[in-house]
């Protein structure tokens, strides 16, 4: 069983606990200190810097199904991260990050079936929401992960995160494997893990519990819905497919824990992990392979930065 404490240290830092995730781990209290981009300087000609943004959808669903505005709703949120994603930008930023379901949010009571979610969904690679971000960046030489929610057709629609590469061109789309109760009630289970090729190695994109090993941490504990056989870590982390980045967008659901769970992915796979998250349950950053981070915010909405070694540097 699983649980966590909220505290205040002498330095009247905010502090954490968690324990239980495994039998034979237990997370420290760690200090939790608002670093939004690393003090060490990165030679630009041996890292890319990266952005990730945490922030709540500017325009929630409407409570009352009824006085829902799908189309409205989602060009709002569109427009806003687009300020934010200009920031990045603007701060030198090469692969950009935006939160799980950020295009979209979720009412007060949550999603709970794919009828009422559906007028909310677009087709992969040619949805609204993908072509405005594809305009905006059409003159960037950026990687941009956006939220959206698939209309996968045959009654299926997943929690998807679209990658589009300098120009704007599609590049990848990866669908949640590892779904949280309930969840499964209104999305679909992706069934492959989705990486692409950068001068900084291979990345891999993960949504929320995706970084979750379902045989560690046990699907019944973690309420998870997925598939051992095709659990999207041990995808990851095999040695003849390994990847370099993992690209984490996130609407964390378990209170103050995102940080140990992306650092601990890093530091056990030694691969470097950017977490972008919403704002509901906050904790966004940037973790080496080594498992140090490199920057964290969790107070404010905003953008934290980090740097990745390019390949060969």
Request: charged fraction near 25%.
């Amino acid at each position: 069983m699983k649980y966590f404490h909220v505290c205040l240290n002498l330095a009247g830092l905010l502090c954490i606990g968690f324990a239980a995730l495994a039998e034979d781990e237990k997370c420290p209290t760690i200090p939790i200190l608002e670093i939004i981009e690393p003090a060490e300087k990165f030679n630009p000609k041996e890292y890319w810097k990266v952005a990730v943004i945490q922030c709540n959808e500017k325009q929630s669903p409407a409570a009352d199904a009824a006085r829902r505005r799908p189309e409205e709703d989602k060009k709002t949120n569109c427009e806003d991260l687009a300020g934010q994603i200009k920031e990045a930008r603007k701060n030198g930023a090469r692969i950009i990050l935006t939160p799980e379901f950020s295009t979209v949010g979720f009412p007060d009571a949550g999603w709970k079936s794919r009828d009422e979610l559906r007028p909310y969904a677009e087709k992969v690679p040619d949805g609204k929401s993908i072509k405005f971000f594809s305009d905006l960046i059409k003159e960037w030489d950026v990687y941009l992960h956006i939220a959206v929610v698939e209309d996968g057709g045959d009654n299926r629609i997943y929690n998807s995160i679209v990658v589009l590469g300098p120009g704007g061109k599609f590049v990848a789309r990866h669908q949640k494997m590892n779904l949280i109760h309930p969840e499964e009630n209104y999305l679909a289970n992706g069934t492959s893990t989705t990486t692409y090729a950068t001068a900084v190695g291979t990345i891999g994109i993960a949504i929320c519990a995706d970084i979750l090993p379902c045989t560690e941490c046990g699907k019944k504990e973690n309420n998870l819905t997925c598939d051992e056989a095709n659990d999207p870590i041990t995808k990851y982390t095999d040695p003849k497919s390994k990847i370099d980045v993992l690209a984490v967008s996130s609407s964390w659901a378990d209170c103050n824990s995102g940080m140990y769970y992306f650092s601990r992915a890093a530091r056990k796979y030694k691969f470097y992990v950017l977490a972008s998250n919403q704002q509901y349950y906050a904790d966004s950053g940037v973790i080496s392979a080594d498992g140090s981070i490199q920057s964290h915010i969790r107070a404010n909405p905003g953008i934290a930065y980090g740097y990745v070694k390019i390949k060969g540097k």
